[in-house]
């Protein structure tokens, strides 16, 4: 295989991972998976399994798989569903022109013979979604980076750096406020109390790996990316290794622009700034309390306390 350039976005539940995958949809240089990434199977097992669902997690695989087996083995539901039950995925009106069956075909291309590597079958997952996709906006060329999202694979950006010692790996962190907010949007959120912990784990995890490997893992404010996002998405693309262009300033989908709710990408709705300020005020007085008190530690580390709109549950300096 040739030079593979991988991005992965990573966040939390609504706070802004999908928006900031949708912002970089468009730009000339990136082949931008069209949903999710979701690229966990269910062979990884470890200590945090029970903290999030396997499908975000980073896989393992087993010996001795065919690479059909090792095709299936990713769960990648958003798009499966999509290619095999249309009806039944949330994204059915999306204009995606793609046989799985050529996908799958591409893959086992792409893979080669044994032994097959756990990288090698990431690459090949990306790589045969691009080349089976028959109306993507533009045509791929060498040279351009994949880049995927799933929620919180920021986790597991040691495992990713071990694959890919080249790799990205942006991760989005949101005001707790705002992000438990639009998870109340879901049929079935968390509890408040879950939501919390997980908000620590996620954040103060990838901020250990951000040390440990600073050109590969950065942390970027959600607040940012929504208060400026000419500032934001020129120090987002040189970290990632591609110029700035204008279409990282909206939204899209396939090269389109999403002129309203991101939705169905995702349960941010708007990626604004007054949005994300004004959702807070739907949130209970006991709510915001209880918020304020589970995560001030290391929202103060990420400087919530110095925006105006947050610095009343963070004390400001």
Same mark, same amino acid.
Request: hydrophobic share 40%; proline share 1%; charged share 25%.
């Given at each position: 295989m040739s030079e593979f350039n991988f991005v992965?976005?990573?966040?939390?539940?609504?706070?802004?991972?999908?928006?900031?995958?949708?912002?970089l949809d468009g730009h000339s240089k990136l082949l931008v998976y069209p949903f999710e990434s979701q690229l966990g199977n269910r062979n990884f097992n470890d200590f945090l399994s029970s903290v999030e669902r396997v499908q975000y997690r980073y896989p393992e695989f087993a010996e001795g798989l065919t690479p059909a087996e090792l095709y299936e083995q990713i769960i990648d539901e958003e798009m499966k569903t999509f290619l095999r039950k249309r009806n039944g995925s949330k994204f059915k009106d999306a204009n995606l022109e793609l046989d799985e069956k050529e996908r799958i075909a591409d893959f086992v291309k792409i893979i080669g013979q044994a032994p097959h590597f756990r990288r090698n079958v990431i690459e090949a997952f990306f790589r045969s979604t691009f080349s089976s996709w028959k109306n993507y906006y533009t045509p791929q060329r060498e040279g351009m980076t994949y880049v995927g999202y799933s929620p919180t694979v920021g986790i597991d950006a040691d495992r990713i750096v071990r694959d890919f010692p080249q #790799? %990205?790996?942006?991760?989005?962190?949101?005001?707790?406020?705002?992000?438990?907010?639009?998870?109340?949007?879901?049929p079935f959120p968390q509890t408040l109390t879950r939501y919390l912990i997980t908000w620590n784990i996620y954040h103060s995890t990838v901020e250990m790996f951000a040390k440990m490997y600073p050109d590969n893992v950065?942390?970027?404010?959600?607040?940012?990316?929504?208060?400026?996002?000419?500032?934001?998405?020129?120090?987002?693309?040189?970290?990632?290794?591609?110029?700035?262009e204008p279409s990282m300033l909206y939204p899209s989908w396939n090269g389109e622009e999403i002129k309203d709710n991101i939705a169905p990408w995702g349960t941010v709705l708007k990626s604004t700034a007054e949005y994300n300020e004004e959702i807070i005020s739907d949130l209970s007085a006991q709510d915001k309390r209880q918020i304020a008190d589970g995560t001030r530690?290391? #929202? %103060?580390?990420?400087?919530?306390h110095k925006i105006p709109y947050l610095a009343e549950y963070y004390g400001a300096d």
């Open positions: 992965m976005i990573s966040a939390g539940f609504e706070h802004g991972g999908n928006v900031m995958h949708r912002h #790799a %990205r790996i942006v991760h989005i962190v949101r005001n707790p406020f705002s992000a438990y907010r639009d998870t109340k949007r879901r950065r942390i970027f404010r959600y607040e940012d990316l929504v208060g400026d996002k000419k500032a934001f998405m020129n120090d987002a693309s040189t970290f990632i290794g591609v110029d700035f530690a290391l #929202a %103060r580390h990420f400087g919530y």
